[in-house]
């Protein structure tokens, strides 16, 4: 799915493809910076289903046109163990930008140390 508002919530999605059978959880595709980036991803039982989904193209959700459209299970997959990982785990990561090209990693440690 794209397109979809930032305050969109799984159950809303889940209402929008009331006709058709969900297996496990909606996964909501967020950004770097942690938001919504618009993009879900659902897997579906049956191949009827798909074609259910497909006929909600172009539905509107919180004034939005939500834009559905088939995909691979790589992609489904790969979006799920992201939303796993960040559930599961008790490390967090941070990425950092801007760096000088001569910072080491002993500069990273020392200017984290404290934080």
Request: aromatic share 6%; with cysteine; charged share 35%.
């Amino acid at each position: 799915l794209r397109g979809l508002p930032w305050k969109a919530t799984e159950d809303e999605i889940e209402e929008l493809l009331i006709d058709c059978e969900i297996v496990g959880n909606v996964f909501i595709i967020f950004n770097e910076a942690g938001k919504p980036s618009g993009d879900a991803v659902v897997k579906l039982m049956k191949k009827v289903d798909l074609d259910r989904a497909l006929k909600c193209n172009n539905e509107s959700l919180h004034g939005r046109f939500v834009c559905i459209q088939e995909t691979d299970s790589d992609t489904y997959n790969k979006h799920a163990k992201k939303i796993e990982k960040i559930e599961n785990e008790e490390n967090t990561f941070i990425r950092l930008k801007g760096l000088v090209w001569s910072a080491t990693a002993k500069d990273i440690r020392t200017f984290l140390k404290g934080c």
